[in-house]
């Protein structure tokens, strides 16, 4: 009897551990993801894939954010300042405004100088999916070769953000 009762009871600190374990950062963006469709300032769809073969051979902020976030837009100073300090790197902003009206009002009204893209697929999207987006703003750098070499950070004065870049 004690025996048994010792195997349940490693059992379930076996699966609870299991359960617990450090989630990998992903380095490479899923099919999925690169097949989400967004949308450019000047009207163009275009894939996420697509997006990041334009700027194949350059390393990439990607700022995840909206008009609407109190967050997003406390980090913009921050974002500039980076931006400041690595005018080599190519600014991506992908928004999840609730329409593209607000986006491009949100682009004028915070002065966010880079590349811009519209989500209209929003947070259940394949591309946030895939980041397992659960906040914004969210950070993430992606190097020369598209990879990625930082996959989540939640503020832009992150020194995981520094790092990477």
């Not at 097949?35 to 990041?52: N, Y």
């Not at 009002?105 to 394949?126: A, C, L, M, T």
């Amino acid at each position: 009897m004690r025996f048994n009762l010792m195997r349940i009871l490693c059992f379930f600190i076996f699966v609870g551990l299991s359960a617990c374990s450090v989630e990998q950062e992903k380095t490479q963006f899923s099919e999925l993801a690169l097949a989400d469709k967004m949308i450019s300032l000047q009207g163009q769809e275009m894939t996420f894939g697509e997006i990041l073969k334009q700027y194949k051979g350059k390393k990439l902020l990607l700022d995840v954010w909206a008009s609407w976030c109190a967050d997003c837009i406390k980090g913009m100073p921050a974002v500039k300042e980076i931006q400041k300090n690595n005018p080599d790197l190519v600014y991506v902003f992908l928004s999840l405004d609730k329409s593209i009206q607000a986006w491009k009002n949100g682009i004028q009204r915070y002065e966010v100088v880079g590349e811009h893209y519209f989500v209209p697929s929003g947070w259940k999207g394949d591309f946030n999916s895939f980041i397992d987006l659960d906040w914004i703003p969210r950070y993430m750098v992606v190097d020369e070769t598209g990879k990625i070499m930082l996959f989540k950070a939640t503020k832009a004065t992150s020194k995981k953000i520094k790092e990477a870049i």
